[in-house]
C-alpha cells in the first residue's frame, strides 16, 4: 500500500491522462463512473494533507467563491475576425477570387500552374478545418500551466474569465510534459462550444422551470462564460478546440499543421476534421464532403475556415485592416425548407410593437421540428405578397425562430388569404398607430396603450431576464401566471411578492419549493 502522498500525484496523472483520452482523442477507455472514483479518491487524499494541494490539481477545477465581476485584459497579439465567403466560384468574392489573389500575391502565377508542385513539398498548402460555431476564447499557459483565459471582446482587449474555463475539463490546467517541449509561453485560441444535446438538455430544463430559455447553443454559450458562479458553469458540460495561436515564446513552429500536432500532443483538443490540402480543387472537395458530415457533429459548424499554412506566407500576405489575408472562411447556405403557412398571430412586445408570428405545417430543418417563423412586420408581408394558405420557403440559420424567404408563387392555392393587419391591439383593444418609411412601406404597427396588460406582462418577462434583474424562476410561464392571479402588476409588485407567499403556493404547479426558491 503506497503512502498516501505518494499516491497523490501518480493520481493525478491517472486523471489527466483519462481528460485526454476522452476529449483530445475521442477514445475513452474508463466509465463516468470510474472516472469519478478517481476524483473522489484524490479528493479524500487532498483533504488530508491539505499542505499538498496545487492549484492545477484536478479537484481545483471549481474555485471557491463567486466572481464579483470580469476584468479587462489587453491581448498580446489581437485577436481579429475574418473575411467570409459564400460562393465557391466567381470573379468577385468567392473562394476562387481568394484562391487566385493569395497564389498571386505570393508570386505563385495561375491556376494552372498551381497544379504543378510550387514548392519543394508540392502545392500551396492550405489547412482546412470546421469553422465551430462557438465562443473565441484566448488562452494562456506559462510553464505549461494555464494562466489565464480572455473572451475576445472587441480583439485588443477582452475579459478575464479564467476561474469558469478552468471548471471545462476538456481544457487541461497543465500540459503533458511526457509529450513534447512546452514553450515557456503559449497562447491557444479556439472556441468555446455547447454540444447540442446538452443545449437541448438544460433548455428543456430551464423551460420546465419557467426560466428563461436560450435562442442557440451560441448564445448559452456566452452567457455561461459570463456566468459569475464557476459551478454553474462546471455543470454545463462545454467543450473546446483549439484553432489558433497568440504569443508563442520560443516561436515552436512552421506551420499551423505542425502547431496543431504540437497541440494535440501537448493534450489540448483539436478538430479531428482538420485536414491539409494542396490545390483549389482538394480545397472545393473537403467543403464539399464536410458538408455531409457536419450534421453528425456533437456541435453547431457553420462553414470551413481555409488557411495558409506556412507561416512565412503568412508574413508575406500581411493584414487588410480587417482581417488576415492568409485565411477565409466559406459558409454553408442556411438550411432551407418548403411548409405551408396556416395561421399568422401578432403579438404585442414590451414598447407596444406588434409583430406577426407565422404558424406552419410543422417541418424537420436543420436539426429541430420547425412550427414557427417571424414575418418582422407587415411591409414584409406585403413585399412578399405572403398569404395564408401558401406554400413558403423557411430558412434557419443558426437561430432557434426560423425566417420565412419566399411564398412559392408557382404552388399558390386559389383559395389563399390576405393576410389582414389588426387595427386594433389584440389584447386592449386599443386603436393601433403605424409608421412608414419614405417609400410607404409600413416599417412599424404598434400599440400606443402604455397600460396594456400585455405589454407589462412582456416587459415584466424582460425585467426578470438575464441581462436585467436576473431572477431565477420568474420566467415566462411564471408571469403570466402570477400577473392571471393579480399578483404582479408592475415592477415594484415583484418585490411585494414576499408578502404574498399564501397566495402563491395555491397556485397550480407553484408548491412550496418552488415559491421559496423563487423569493
Ligand atoms: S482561425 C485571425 N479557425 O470564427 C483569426 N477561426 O468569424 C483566425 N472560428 O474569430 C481565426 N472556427 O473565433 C479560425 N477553425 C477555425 C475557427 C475559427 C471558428 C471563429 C474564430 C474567428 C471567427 C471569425
Given at each position: ?340 403557412l396556416l395561421q399568422v398571430d401578432w403579438q404585442v412586445g414590451?414598447?407596444g410593437k406588434l409583430t406577426p408570428r407565422a404558424t406552419m ?10 412550427t414557427h417563423a417571424t414575418l418582422h412586420n407587415y411591409g414584409e408581408i406585403q413585399r412578399k405578397d405572403i398569404r395564408l394558405?401558401d406554400?413558403v420557403?423557411i ?6 425562430i426560423p425566417q420565412v424567404?419566399?411564398v ?9 388569404k390576405p393576410i389582414k393587419p389588426p387595427d386594433?391591439c389584440p389584447d386592449?383593444?386599443?386603436?393601433i398607430?403605424t ?6 412601406k409600413e416599417t412599424l404597427r404598434c400599440c ?6 400585455a ?65
Amino acid at each position: 500500500m503506497p503512502r498516501d502522498i505518494d499516491r497523490i500525484e501518480p493520481l493525478r496523472r491517472q486523471i489527466e491522462k483519462h481528460n485526454r483520452l476522452y476529449h483530445v482523442e475521442a477514445r475513452p477507455v474508463i466509465s463516468d463512473r470510474e472516472y469519478d472514483a478517481l476524483l473522489e479518491e484524490l479528493q479524500r487524499l487532498e483533504e488530508k494533507h491539505p499542505e499538498l494541494v496545487t492549484p492545477d490539481s484536478p479537484t481545483q477545477r471549481i474555485g471557491g467563491e463567486p466572481i464579483s465581476g470580469f476584468q479587462a485584459v489587453e491581448h498580446a497579439v489581437a485577436m481579429l475576425s475574418i473575411g467570409n465567403t459564400y460562393k465557391l466560384e466567381g470573379e468577385k468574392n468567392s473562394l476562387r477570387a481568394w484562391y487566385n489573389s493569395t497564389a498571386k500575391a505570393l508570386g505563385l502565377a495561375t491556376d494552372e500552374a498551381l497544379a504543378e508542385p510550387l514548392f519543394d513539398d508540392g502545392g500551396l498548402a492550405l489547412t482546412l478545418e470546421p469553422k465551430v460555431d462557438g465562443v473565441a476564447v484566448s488562452l494562456r499557459y506559462e510553464g505549461g500551466r494555464l494562466v489565464r483565459a480572455v473572451t475576445r471582446g472587441d480583439g485588443q482587449r477582452g475579459d478575464d474569465i479564467t476561474q469558469n474555463v478552468r471548471t471545462i475539463r476538456a481544457i487541461p490546467l497543465r500540459l503533458d510534459a511526457g509529450a513534447a517541449d512546452i514553450p515557456a509561453v503559449l497562447e491557444v485560441r479556439g472556441e468555446i462550444v455547447m454540444p447540442n444535446d446538452e443545449f437541448a438538455r438544460i433548455n428543456a430544463e430551464r423551460e420546465k422551470a419557467g426560466e428563461e430559455t436560450y435562442a442557440n447553443p451560441r448564445n448559452f454559450t456566452a452567457g455561461t462564460l459570463k456566468q459569475r458562479d464557476p459551478k454553474t458553469v462546471a455543470r454545463r458540460r462545454l467543450i473546446f478546440v483549439a484553432h489558433g495561436r497568440g504569443q508563442v515564446e520560443p516561436p515552436a513552429c512552421d506551420t499551423h499543421s505542425q502547431f496543431v500536432e504540437l497541440l494535440r500532443g501537448l493534450g489540448i483538443p483539436v478538430s479531428p476534421h482538420a485536414a491539409t490540402v494542396e490545390s483549389f480543387d482538394q480545397t472545393v472537395q473537403y467543403i464539399e464532403q464536410f458538408e455531409i458530415k457536419r450534421p453528425t457533429l456533437a456541435y453547431g459548424t457553420d462553414g470551413v475556415v481555409i488557411k495558409v499554412d506556412r507561416y512565412d506566407l503568412r508574413q508575406q500576405l500581411g493584414f487588410t485592416s480587417k482581417s488576415p489575408r492568409w485565411c477565409v472562411a466559406y459558409k454553408y447556405a442556411a438550411e432551407q425548407a418548403v411548409t405551408k403557412l396556416l395561421q399568422v398571430d401578432w403579438q404585442v412586445g414590451k414598447t407596444g410593437k406588434l409583430t406577426p408570428r407565422a404558424t406552419m405545417a410543422p417541418v424537420f430543418v436543420a436539426g429541430t421540428t420547425v412550427t414557427h417563423a417571424t414575418l418582422h412586420n407587415y411591409g414584409e408581408i406585403q413585399r412578399k405578397d405572403i398569404r395564408l394558405g401558401d406554400k413558403v420557403v423557411i430558412e434557419k440559420a443558426g437561430e432557434i425562430i426560423p425566417q420565412v424567404v419566399q411564398v412559392v408563387m408557382a404552388e399558390r392555392p386559389e383559395d389563399s388569404k390576405p393576410i389582414k393587419p389588426p387595427d386594433k391591439c389584440p389584447d386592449c383593444k386599443t386603436p393601433i398607430e403605424t409608421e412608414s418609411d419614405n417609400e410607404g412601406k409600413e416599417t412599424l404597427r404598434c400599440c400606443p396603450n402604455p397600460e396594456c396588460d400585455a405589454q407589462l406582462r412582456e416587459r415584466l418577462i424582460w425585467f426578470a431576464g438575464r441581462d436585467q434583474m436576473d431572477i431565477e424562476g420568474l420566467g415566462e410561464k411564471v408571469v403570466h401566471q402570477l400577473a392571471d392571479a393579480g399578483l404582479l402588476k408592475s415592477f415594484a409588485d415583484v418585490y411585494r411578492l414576499q408578502s404574498r407567499r399564501g397566495e402563491m403556493v395555491q397556485l397550480e404547479r407553484m408548491g412550496d419549493g418552488k415559491v421559496s426558491n423563487l423569493l
